[in-house]
């Protein structure tokens, strides 16, 4: 009766443990979805600054020269 109990209770263990690393990976790919929304959105704004002036300048005529 001991061996029975002890493999439910391991497998138990062991089920936890994956729901647990499940959830933090969970966690992390959330945050990371995030940091990757917001890295986008700087590079879209650098984007639109760089354009604008490539645009002024263009305007200007003037060269980098």
Known sequence: MFWPMLAIALGF???AV???L???VFVEAQRLGREVARTTERINR???DLERAAAGLARSG???R
Do not use: M
Request: glycine fraction near 20%; avoid cysteine; aromatic fraction near 6%.
């Open 22 to 24: 499940g959830i933090r």
């Open 13 to 15: 263990f062991g089920i």
């Open 46 to 48: 650098a984007a639109d």
């Open 18 to 20: 994956l729901g647990v």
């Open 62 to 64: 003037d060269s980098l």
